[in-house]
């Protein structure tokens, strides 16, 4: 089993709600005011070690709401069961990691938002749920605009929403449980996944706990009620799929089981999920206060050790996979812990880099092809009051001669999919400006789940060049080379090009070179005198 570490600088405020950011970085909310936080990893990556700093306050305060990381890296908060601007308010905002500046946008057409579920689709636009009727909608960050989408079969209030490999989405019905339904996006409309065959929904409160996509692409749904259930997806847009009846949790002193009553879990790069559950009563407003920890190993529910800040109302926890694989928890404390866990995942979990430039330059962004960018999960779940999916690449940079680690910030994916297989997708990513000259070994990172290390070269782009070579080949293509701080760049020139050119630099004594992974943009010569 795992260990839990405490971070050598813990915050100064009551950390909450976490957001993994494709810069490698963590925001983390002053638990309900408008204060947010930045954990940035220390040189060797380490965020055990990592280091706070202030950003950007929203406009509104908020506890228990809508979020998600954008495909452009931007981040999207919507609502609040408690806030500065009234009781389930309607406000809407989006933070900009480059600005570090929020924006206040539209609401989806209702007068409460609140703690309403919601879930990134895979072509990057967020459905969300109305708290008192059957209405959903989408939002759209492109056009930001606001879409009316199908009716589902009961309110969404309490709901939690899990995003599945064929794009559609899935939930137990909080409001009509033990039902359960699907939200298909290429036509809009929601339909039936069956029914639980244990009842996850506590009727007093309608509550319910996290539900996770694992590796074998099956959900595994957490019960405020002390049952857990398995999902086996139909595989078509219009089955309704298969549930079984998952392990029970353990039994308090009371004789009654643990419940998971609005609670975090997490999918670990091992295929196991953490999670949690309390002793508690089956009152509306009897909620577990001590969070004990388990292991869904896909059959059982093993017992693991409590981090110190576990001793608070379950509901208050919050749980962040990170790029290393380590999960975030927070308590609304001014405490964080780290959980370690046991090795994993297996090879055919891993990203697989296609293509990539092998010279990049300080400053500018490339494209990175390959496979599983987006993880096999969105890997974080809480239901209504949280959401913190990771399922979005991010790119590492190590270098091996100081072991230091940087994030390239990420955006444009060409999916925001989970378990996308051998289907090939990209991302963008920026080399920070700042990033030192050398030889480096990149990663994509998905799921806290690592690709293997390529070799790629960061260099400025420019220099002055030791020889400059020409090379015609009669009745074909010409060339053009410069050898600069001992590598060859070169590229084709069409033969007007190169006699103009072969004149300049034959009467030079001086040439500067400038080029983009490994190939020549140009050369400029002159002569010393």
């Not at 290429?186 to 309608?206: K, N």
Request: hydrophobic share 35%; glycine share 10%.
């Amino acid at each position: 089993m795992g260990t839990w570490h405490a971070l050598t600088h813990q915050p100064t405020f009551e950390a909450s709600t976490m957001l993994l950011l494709t810069d490698g970085t963590v925001m983390c909310q002053a638990q309900n005011t408008v204060h947010w936080w930045r954990l940035t990893p220390d040189a060797t990556g380490s965020y055990t070690n990592g280091t706070w700093s202030a950003l950007a306050d929203m406009h509104n305060s908020r506890l228990y709401y809508a979020s998600a990381v954008l495909r452009d890296g931007r981040v999207i908060v919507a609502g609040g069961e408690y806030s500065d601007a009234g009781s389930d308010t309607d406000r809407v905002e989006i933070y900009s990691p480059l600005a570090n500046t929020w924006t206040s946008i539209g609401n989806p057409g209702w007068g409460h938002v609140g703690d309403a579920p919601a879930c990134l689709l895979t072509d990057g636009r967020l459905l969300m749920g109305y708290l008192n009727d059957s209405r959903t909608a989408v939002y759209d960050p492109v056009t930001n605009t606001w879409t009316a989408t199908g009716n589902k079969a009961s309110a969404s209030s309490e709901e939690t929403w899990t995003l599945l490999p064929d794009g559609s989405v899935l939930t137990a019905e909080c409001s009509n449980h033990p039902a359960a339904e699907r939200y298909i996006p290429a036509s809009g409309t929601w339909v039936s996944a069956g029914s639980t065959p244990v009842d996850l929904v506590q009727s007093s409160s309608i509550e319910i706990g996290p539900a996770l996509l694992r590796p074998d692409g099956h959900v595994f749904a957490v019960g405020a009620t002390g049952h857990t259930a398995v999902y086996t997806p139909p595989g078509n847009s219009t089955g309704t799929g298969s549930w079984a009846a998952g392990p029970d949790f353990p039994k308090d002193a009371s004789g009654r089981l643990l419940k998971a009553k609005d609670a975090p879990g997490c999918l670990l790069p091992n295929g196991r999920v953490l999670c949690t559950a309390g002793p508690a009563g089956d009152t509306s407003g009897d909620y577990p206060t001590q969070a004990m920890f388990f292991e869904y190993d896909g059959t059982s529910l093993i017992p693991v050790a409590d981090p110190p800040n576990a001793n608070t109302s379950i509901y208050t926890g919050r749980m962040l996979l990170l790029p290393t694989g380590e999960v975030l928890y927070a308590a609304g404390t001014q405490a964080v812990y780290v959980y370690q866990p046991d090795p994993g995942p297996q090879a055919a979990w891993r990203p697989t880099v296609t293509q990539i430039p092998a010279d990049v330059i300080p400053g500018s962004d490339y494209r990175l092809t390959g496979t599983q960018l987006n993880g096999l999960s969105q890997a974080v779940s809480y239901g209504d009051d949280a959401q913190m999916a990771t399922n979005y690449p991010l790119v590492r940079l190590r270098n091996p001669s100081n072991g230091t680690v940087t994030y390239c910030r990420t955006y444009g994916h060409s999916t925001m999919g989970v378990a996308t297989g051998a289907t090939s997708v990209s991302t963008i990513f920026s080399v920070p400006a700042s990033l030192p000259l050398g030889d480096y070994r990149l990663s994509a990172v998905a799921n806290g789940i690592a690709s293997d290390e390529v070799a790629v070269v960061v260099d400025k782009g420019m220099g002055q060049a030791t020889y400059i070579v020409v090379d015609h080949q009669f009745g074909g293509n010409s060339f053009i080379w410069a050898y600069v701080d001992g590598k060859w760049y070169g590229r084709s020139t069409t033969p007007e090009e190169l006699a103009g050119m072969a004149q300049q630099v034959f009467a030079a004594t001086s040439a500067n070179a400038w080029w983009s992974n490994l190939t020549l943009n140009g050369a400029r010569a002159w002569k010393s005198y």
